[in-house]
């Protein structure tokens, strides 16, 4: 048995957790014993997104609090791996996780191994956390068709294991939660709004106005997103009356049908035993149940983590770190604001 110490600052939530994990790459078993996480989301609120040096500045503050939290008796501890988040992100807030990773090492864990993790593979193996994944042999969810969906990110892959994928596509421009938050702002609703625009959505009709499904019927698995975000831009501007709850449903629907209709032909064209759902845009509702209803009808497995730990958490990190210090895979502890999967 392992026990994982996980640290995560890539954007704006600091966070930190212990973990316990055993059975390796074959039957890795994951608990997560403490998950602490502090979002700075009244920080940037007034700025109506994330600043990098505030980031900065608030996880410099949080981390020893939370730490505290974490560990009262840090002499008691001996974790084996201390797991950190070096990219993608932004590169001052990766540094002050690194940091505090190395100073963790030095003052009270010299027996630990550092291990630089990787924030997408983090989102990746936070899969794992879910019970539906643990109650089951691993192997049977393999081959598998991922969607990564998040603020930074959309990424379909095809996975044979845990720990080998190859990419199908990727958004071309902004990212499906970046498009959710700028959606949020053009209707005046309060940062971070991917969360606010769901809310709405749900009080209105999303056959209401025909926003475009970038990318759906391009033969490539990529996605675009900001064509969609525009659209919605010149329709508030055109139409001020029209009803945010119906821009906000109609919006929803078109980027979830964009998302699917790729997922769903990547399930035509890939023999697959399971579809994995995963990152902060996997905490809305109307995408899980749509593609859940897709893995349905294609009799497959469907799932995705609890919303625990769709957004940025450190538990992910700590079983990411787990996969790559069992593959023998080195991140060097140095921010990387642009590292891929
Ligand atoms: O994974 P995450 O916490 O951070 C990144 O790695 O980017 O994802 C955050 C993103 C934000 O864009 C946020 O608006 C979006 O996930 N998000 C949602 C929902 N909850 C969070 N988007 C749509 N519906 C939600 N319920
Ligand atoms: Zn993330």
């Known amino acids: ?58 996880h410099l503050k949080n981390l020893p609090v939370l730490f505290k939290e974490l560990l009262p008796r840090p002499a008691r501890y001996t ?15 990766l540094w002050t996780g690194i940091n505090f990773a190395k100073e963790l090492h030095t003052t009270h864990f010299p027996k630990a191994k550092l291990v630089g993790t990787n924030h997408l593979e983090g989102h990746l193996a936070s899969i794992l956390l879910t019970s539906g994944v643990r109650r089951r042999p691993l192997h049977e969810l393999f081959p598998s068709i991922a969607l990564l969906v998040s603020g930074g990110h959309t990424i379909i892959l095809s996975m044979d294991s845990l720990v080998k994928w190859s990419m199908l596509g990727e958004t071309r421009d902004d ?29 209105g009709n999303p056959a209401a106005i025909p926003f475009p499904r970038p990318m759906l019927h391009d033969t490539s698995y990529d ?5 969609l975000k525009t659209s919605v ?43 994995l759902l995963s990152g902060g845009v ?10 859940a209803m897709l893995a349905k009808k294609h009799r497959i497995l469907f799932f995705a983590p609890p919303f625990a730990y769709n957004t940025d958490n450190a538990a992910m990190i700590g079983v990411a ?21």
């Open 282 to 291: 996997a905490a809305n509702r109307a995408l899980r149940a749509r593609l």
């Open 79 to 93: 974790p084996d791996i201390i797991a950190v988040t070096v990219g993608p992100g932004l590169e001052p807030a």
């Open 175 to 203: 990212a499906v939660g970046e498009a959710f938050d700028k959606v949020a702002r053009i209707l005046n609703l309060p940062y971070p709004g991917g969360p606010e625009v769901a809310r709405l959505a749900t009080k």
């Open 233 to 275: 831009l010149y329709h508030r501007r055109d139409h001020p009356r029209a009803s945010p709850a119906d821009i906000a449903a109609s919006f929803e629907e078109a980027a979830i049908d964009a998302l699917a209709g790729k997922v769903a032909r990547a399930l035509r064209e890939y023999p697959t035993h399971s579809l």
């Open 1 to 58: 048995m392992m026990k994982i110490l996980a640290i995560e600052t890539s954007c704006d939530e600091t966070a930190l957790a212990l973990l316990e994990a055993e059975g390796g790459l074959r039957a890795p078993k994951i608990r997560v014993k403490k998950n602490l996480v502090s979002s700075q989301i009244a920080v940037h609120a007034p700025f109506g997104g994330v600043v990098p040096n505030l980031a900065k500045r608030e």
């Open 223 to 227: 996605f675009s997103f900001s064509g």
């Open 321 to 341: 770190g787990y996969l790559t210090s069992l593959r023998g895979k080195r991140y060097p502890l140095r921010a990387n604001g642009t590292l891929s999967l």
